[in-house]
T-cell receptor, first 115, second 113 residues
Framework: DTAVSQTPKYLVTQMGNDKSIKCEQN?????MYWYKQDSKKFLKIMFS???????INETVPNRFSPKSPDKAHLNLHINSLELGDSAVYFC??????????????FGPGTRLTVL | GNSVTQMEGPVTLSEEAFLTINCTYT??????LFWYVQYPGEGLQLLLK?????DKGSNKGFEATYRKETTSFHLEKGSVQVSDSAVYFC????????????FGQGTELSVKP
């Protein structure tokens, strides 16, 4: 069974559209994250949720809205897509919020291309 | 603020060569340090970690030692294989900051037969 899964794997869309990426983890973890990887492979955190509560929002534009219906799911909705949103988006999960040493498990990524 | 700096890539080595990828960090507080690996087309996987000074993390022949005095966590492997070709990320996490990982820029390793 896949530990952290994301759908879709690829997403190609036009500027101005609204799209969503879904993430699910079956590890029983309390904390989930979204990271953005740009074209130079640089990874930066966007959001984290703990038990459905938003913990981190790293100055991400309001067009990005994460939603956590339960602690196993963290979806990312993006409004009015822009060219600069093209990137690979990774979902991750970990067991404990404050324990910095805990391993994060990453999904396979969603490659978003905005035309 | 917190940051991680890695050596620039790409790094190209012949099979069985010795590998070092340098990583230094800046942190307010006492970070945990990690190396993640990203194989082509995949997500990141934890390679190894260290949580306190002088700890050595090791896995699959890779190792790194947490050096507080030099704020470094260099990745080493004595004999690389073609299957080690990937992008390697050094990262840190500081206690009580929501568990977020702060990554270096990644170092692409290519191992030739």
């Amino acid at each position: 069974d896949t530990a952290v899964s994301q759908t879709p794997k690829y997403l190609v869309t036009q500027m101005g559209n609204d799209k969503s990426i879904k993430c699910e983890q079956n590890l029983g973890h309390d904390t989930m994250y979204w990271y953005k990887q740009d074209s130079k492979k640089f990874l930066k955190i966007m959001f984290s949720y703990n038990n459905k509560e938003l913990i981190i929002n790293e100055t991400v534009p309001n067009r990005f809205s994460p939603k956590s219906p339960d602690k196993a799911h963290l979806n990312l909705h993006i409004n009015s897509l822009e060219l600069g949103d093209s990137a690979v988006y990774f979902c991750a999960s970990s067991q404990e919020l404050l324990a910095g040493a805990k391993e994060q498990f990453f999904g396979p990524g969603t490659r978003l291309t905005v035309l | 603020g917190n940051s991680v700096t890695q050596m620039e890539g790409p790094v190209t080595l012949s099979e069985e060569a010795f590998l070092t990828i340098n990583c230094t960090y800046t942190a307010t507080g006492y970070p945990s340090l990690f190396w993640y690996v990203q194989y082509p087309g995949e997500g990141l996987q934890l390679l190894l970690k260290a949580t306190k000074a002088d700890d050595k993390g090791s896995n699959k022949g890779f190792e790194a030692t947490y050096r507080k005095e030099t704020t470094s966590f260099h990745l080493e492997k004595g004999s690389v294989q073609v299957s080690d070709s990937a992008v390697y990320f050094c990262a840190l996490a500081v206690y009580n900051q929501g568990g977020k990982l702060i990554f270096g820029q990644g170092t692409e390793l290519s191992v030739k037969p």
